[in-house]
């Protein structure tokens, strides 16, 4: 008998192939999963609205989203169980630093229902396509408000960008602020109380699991605390540095290129091993 009634992924790095899609391989995995009984969530930085074109075009099954690092929790049932906007005068402050920004540096920002970049950028197009989620063109400036904002996402294109936002974007310092590095070029910021792990305990609280009941995975620092939580915390072989530290006890797997979720899943979980 499986020991698991719960599976915890991250999207990109983890559950995500090179392409950041989820394989046939992993997506029959999961599918597997849940007909054995067991709640999948997804963890992601990601927008709500791509989470849920994601889960509906690449699963088909419902299941719990976490989405914006924790900042919002839905149901598979569509229920908004969490929601942590940002306080708008900290994004009005983050976006004024993109005025002494280099071009390299990309500014993302979640909306309410909305994606804003302030420059077209590959990646954009590619997680557009992938989800159906559009993202729009915007001069932050010439906002009226910062209202509902979820996530801000700062990507570097090269190597004096990411010095800039460490320098830079740190120097906004607030107690209701929660930033950190989800990737070596991406920096993100969430209000104080968006986080991955509470999330996830949030949820599990809700369907009666215990913490060692649940089987997670990740790649980013965003995920240590949903890790930590996990009663089985897996680090993915391509992880960043950083988590692969914080968590040197916790087993390492292959690399996301590798199906390496689906696999583990296949001998552990659906074969009981």
Known sequence: MCRYKAIVSDLDGTLFDADSRITPRTAAALRAAAQAGLKIILATGRHHTDLRGIAEKGLGIPVYRVSENGG????????????????????????????????????????????????????????????????ELADYSTFPDFEDCTKMCFMARDERAVEFMDRTVRKVRDPRLSFFWTMNTCFEAMDIHADKGVAVAGILQREGIR???????????????????????????????QLAEALPHNERIGTNREEAVAQYIEQHVLNGK
């Open 211 to 241: 913490p060692e009941e649940v089987l997670a995975f990740g790649d980013g620092l965003n995920d240590l605390n949903m890790l930590r939580l996990a009663g089985k915390g897996i680090v993915m072989g391509n992880a960043v540095p």
């Open 72 to 135: 919002v929790v839905f149901s598979p049932q569509e229920e908004r169980l969490v929601y942590h906007p940002m306080a708008p005068d900290i994004v009005r402050r983050l976006t004024e630093v993109m005025a002494e920004a280099p071009r390299e540096v990309y500014l993302h920002l979640y909306k309410g229902e909305r994606w804003f970049v302030n420059k077209y950028d590959a990646v954009s197009v590619t997680h557009q396509n992938q989800s159906g989620f559009l993202f």
